[in-house]
């Protein structure tokens, strides 16, 4: 079984400000991790995905995550925030020896104040 | 990249008609496609799982003879509401995986029953 916990159902920021938000997950085997944005009444749109290799991951839009076993965690940071950062930020993990189906976090509310 | 399309985008449904919501893979086969049900400030709950060919696999709990699922070809499946209740109004989102570029998620459906 696996899960993800997305610390903060809300995480606000002035523009150029650090964004960082968190996800640890819980996996009994190595971990596929992804993160993924939704804007108002929108899909998902894949931000960038760990499966193997290079622990830090960039992804698109200036975000990136690095997948710390230890921690069991997979946190995006972006340096500096854009008002068109604003969105919903979700975590997902999958097994990539099982069904490959990713399994959501709740979700982060990304603000961006000017 | 791979697209994914949804249709329609938004539907308003008196409560005890059905409403179909089409998911088509616009540039690769998918043989499998999901079917998630997204709650205000919620995570994504996978309904089901659509099968080309073959009846789809349902999660615990989903009702399937209210959610009727299609999967007629490979590049579409169709999610059916039946005797749709306000209660079912939410966002619905599919997604179609191929092994190339994984998961792709279209844009998704928002469903109101007056």
């Known amino acids: 079984a696996q899960s993800v916990t997305q610390l903060g159902s809300h995480v606000s920021v002035s523009e150029g400000a650090l964004v960082l938000l968190r996800c640890n997950y819980s996996s009994s085997v190595p971990p596929y991790l992804f993160w993924y944005v939704q804007y108002p009444n929108q899909g998902l749109q894949l931000l960038l995905k760990y499966t193997t290799g290079a622990t830090l991951v960039k992804g698109i839009n200036g975000f990136e995550a690095e997948f710390k076993k230890s921690e069991t965690s997979f946190h995006l940071t972006k340096p500096s925030a854009h008002m068109s950062d604003a969105a919903e930020y979700f975590c997902?993990?999958?097994?990539?020896?099982?069904?490959?189906?990713?399994?959501f976090g709740r979700g982060t509310s990304l603000i961006v104040h000017p | 990249g791979a697209v994914v399309s949804q249709h329609p985008s938004r539907v308003i449904c008196k409560s005890g008609t059905s409403v179909k919501i089409e998911c088509r893979s616009l540039d690769f086969q998918a043989t499998t496609m999901f079917w998630y049900r997204q709650f205000p400030k919620k995570s994504l709950m996978l309904m089901a799982t659509?099968?080309?060919?073959?009846?789809?696999?349902?999660e615990q709990g989903v009702e399937k003879d209210k959610f009727l699922i299609n999967h007629a070809s490979l590049t579409l499946s169709t999610l059916t509401v039946t005797s749709a209740h306000p209660e079912d109004s939410s966002f619905y989102i599919c997604?179609?995986?191929?092994?190339?570029?994984?998961?792709?998620f279209g844009s998704g459906t928002r469903l109101t029953v007056v």
């Open positions: 997604s179609a995986r191929d092994r190339f570029h994984g998961y792709t």
């Open positions: 659509s099968n080309e060919g073959s009846k789809a696999t349902y």
């Open positions: 997902a993990v999958s097994d990539p020896g099982g069904s490959y189906i990713p399994t």
